[in-house]
């Protein structure tokens, strides 16, 4: 797994652990960090520090492998752009590569960005997106879209078992507090007592994904024969007024709600349709966002 270092990644390590798996964990700390896994104590996990845009070389037998290496959190890809860009086609070529090699199946972790600020709503797979490839989030927008454009290729030409998956917002336990993401930020400025600061009027949809129903899918679909883009997120949209006080109110603060300028290209609605991931992978999500706060809530160990 690249990126297994990262806050998805770590977690979908532990799934794959828990199902038999043996698992390479391969990153290159820029994002992720040690602190994620270094409580997997596990014979069948190694951990290696390896920068996906140069070729990697594993000795052993691979039979998937889960491409997650990419800056993922605005405040990570806009400090990263160039690194960004890399990681989404120099990264995912190498990683390609592999799975050709190995003769592996291959999975993509693309993005619901690739819909850009959406002009259909909800998303299904088959919108083919409206994003601006000059503005400061086409870094990795754009990466994801040359991503996925390279899976299928890699797919059509070479006959490489490939998946693409379209995560959707997702949150949990170990995101940073400081990753700029909306839940983390609300939660550590909510534990603090400070004002949540929303951006815009508050009005914009987002659709948020407890990370345990996020990682049920994605190994769903690295075990399924599936090669077209299948979303996975949950289809539950709100505001982030109404997410700001979801927040509060789970965490019990007395914090107000503030609101700030709205970012460039912020999107203004997001929302899955998961109508393939139902019909092709059984899925859907069972963790609705009170209980996914309340469990993230419950591993928040830094008061900040
Ligand atoms: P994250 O930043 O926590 O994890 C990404 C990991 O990739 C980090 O550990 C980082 O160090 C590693 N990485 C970055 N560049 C690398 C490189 N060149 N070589 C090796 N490792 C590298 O982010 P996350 O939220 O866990 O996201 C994981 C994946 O899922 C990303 O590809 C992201 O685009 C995708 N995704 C996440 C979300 C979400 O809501 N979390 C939504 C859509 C897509």
Redesign the pocket.
Known sequence: M??????????LCESLLARGHRVLC????????LG?IEHIRDAAFTFRH?????HLTIDEPVDFVY???????PI?YLR?PL??L??GS??THNALGLAKFKRARFL??????VYGDPQVHPQPETYWGHVNPIGPRGV?DEA?RFAEAMVMAYHRQQGVDTAI???????GP???PH?G?AIPTFIRQALENKPLTVFGDGSQTRSF?F?ED?VRGLVLLAESGEHLPVNI?NPHEMTLLELAKAVVVATGSTSEIVFEALPIDDPQVRQPDITRARQILGWEPTVDLEEGLRRTLAKVTIRV
Do not use: W
């Open positions: 690249t990126g297994g270092a990262g806050f998805l990644g770590s977690h391969v990153d290159n700390l820029d994002t992720g960090s994620n390896h920068d996906m845009t140069e491409h997650l290496a990419s800056p993922a959190s990570d990263l690194q960004t890399k990681v120099y990264g993509l972790a693309s993005t619901s960005e990795y994801k998956v379209r995560i959707f917002n997702t949150y170990r995101m940073r990753d993401r994904c990370v996020l997120g």
